[in-house]
């Protein structure tokens, strides 16, 4: 579909009511509750599309991508703007402390869009480009203008765990409506053919995201409260979460959910061993009784097959040792945005090869993968350096946790599940999570602890001693 074609499908009269109506929502949650839309966009726009096909809106990928240009971008700009200009004392100026992190995406998505010029798959790049830059540098933005202060932290990780529940309630309700039984969730059909939930909920790994996004929102106010409750909510939980984790029928995320519990449950209960070690015994019993009880079909998915010949795990490797082969051909441009395929196959066609840091190495070279390494490494430093210096129970060692979830969850997919097309927007919008709503209670903090000595002159003189 060309440009004009996609734009005259947006100007029709059913999509333009959707984007002003979208548009009003939008400012409206701006004003009241910006959080929530960061909560939603680090669920992926995949869900928002599966919403419009229920309602029997069947958006196209790239018009819905077209789409959320027009309403993200110039938003972002004017906020930004707003926000630059309006600084207050208790807010500093947008992501000041994270400026070498938005040089290196930003280089990374120049990389990308010059890669169109000496790539052999003019079709498959321009979409890839175009959904990166939309879902990815957008709201990777919009994370930076949107969570303002402690309170909006606050709320991000409570509008966390609610949209992430609703999907799963949602998603599964829809399953047993039109399959019967949560059995099917897995989709599938036949002789092991992967489908789509009744040709509407696309991808058999419906429900992993926010799977994982609960599991470290649990683990995030399990580290970051002093409450009782809060300890025990991911032990109690685990089970039920682990049991629809398999069941969505995702390898990548059932390892990253694997990731995410064992580094939430160390950093969370560090200081507790007996605790810790009854949390990794919950994990472990409960990962028995989910894999002695799950179908046939599901169990060899999940537990026995990963190294067949032919499965998941094989081809896994074989395109990733094609990545490398790609890259060694041309170490320094790559081969250009969206030439895994015509590389590996000889064709302009709509793959990846299940693996992000593969195929960074063999599109973009060392020009691209070296700000890609660049962005892991600011958040991964920043967590490693609150860890370090907040003890356990206080909410930014909370959010340090969140954000190590965060890591694990997009580890385990970039190695063995989604392209760069799907998966560097969610690394770029947690990235810019992590560090913003990391910046932004370390600097609240800080800028109490000054006032809180100078109402006790006693306790700063024996500091001082």
């Known amino acids: 579909m060309e440009f004009g074609q996609m734009l005259d499908q947006i100007m029709s009269p059913v999509t333009l009511a959707l984007l002003i109506a979208a548009a009003v929502v939008f400012l409206i949650v701006v004003a009241k509750a910006p959080e929530f839309l960061v909560a939603i966009l680090l669920i992926g726009p995949s869900y928002i599309q599966w919403a419009f096909a229920l309602m029997n809106l069947q958006i196209e990928r790239r018009t819905f991508a077209v789409a959320g240009a027009f309403v993200f971008v110039p938003a972002v700009l004017l906020v930004a703007i707003m926000r630059l200009t309006q600084a207050s004392e208790r807010e500093p100026v947008i992501g000041r402390p994270n400026f070498p992190y938005i040089i290196a995406t930003v280089f990374m998505g120049l990389v990308l869009l010059l890669g169109l010029i000496w790539t052999q798959a003019p079709v498959y790049g321009d979409q890839k ?3 990166y830059f939309v879902f990815g540098m957008a709201p990777m933005l919009l994370a930076f203008v949107l969570i303002r202060d402690v309170a909006s932290v606050r709320r991000l990780l409570w509008w966390v765990l609610g949209m992430t529940t609703l999907t799963v309630v949602l998603t599964s309700a829809y399953v047993l409506a039109t399959r019967g039984t949560l059995f099917t969730m897995i ?4 002789e092991g053919e992967v489908g789509s939930m009744a040709g509407t909920l696309r991808g058999h790994g419906a429900l992993s995201t926010p799977l994982l996004l609960t599991m470290g929102a649990l683990f995030a106010m399990a580290g ?3 409450s009782v409750w809060w300890k025990v909510a991911p032990v109690l939980l685990f089970p039920l979460i682990g049991f629809f984790t398999v069941m969505a029928g995702t390898r990548s995320n059932l390892t990253g959910f694997a990731g995410v519990s064992l580094a939430g449950s160390f950093l969370a209960y560090r200081k507790h061993v007996g605790v810790l070690l009854i949390v990794v015994l919950v994990l472990v019993s409960a990962g028995l009784v989910v894999y002695a009880s799950a179908p046939q079909s599901v169990s060899e998915r999940m537990f026995s097959n990963w190294f067949d010949e032919g499965e998941g795990g094989t081809i896994r490797i074989t395109m990733f040792k094609t990545c490398l082969a790609g890259f060694f051909d041309s ?3 790559g081969q250009g945005t969206g ?17 992000m840091f593969g195929e960074m190495l063999l ?6 993968f070296i700000p890609f390494l660049l962005i892991w490494g600011f958040i991964v430093g920043r967590i490693i350096r609150i860890l370090r210096t907040y003890p ?3 909410e930014i060692y909370g959010l340090a946790i969140f954000g190590a979830g965060l890591v694990m969850m997009e580890l385990a997919n970039g190695l063995g599940h989604f392209g ?12 810019a999570v992590v560090l913003r709503s990391t910046f932004v209670v370390e600097h609240a903090q800080a800028q109490e602890e000054p006032v809180a000595d100078a109402e006790t002159p006693l306790r700063a003189v024996l500091t001082d001693t």
């Open 129 to 131: 480009t175009r959904e």
């Open 187 to 190: 989709m599938v059909h036949g």
């Open 224 to 226: 970051g409260r002093r």
């Open 331 to 333: 170490p320094i441009i």
């Open 339 to 355: 030439g895994w395929p015509t590389y590996a196959f000889g064709i302009d066609a709509y793959d990846y090869p299940h693996n």
């Open 363 to 368: 599109e973009g070279g060392l020009l691209g």
């Open 392 to 394: 356990v129970g206080t």
């Open 420 to 431: 760069l097309a799907h998966h560097s927007c969610t690394l770029l919008m947690s990235g």
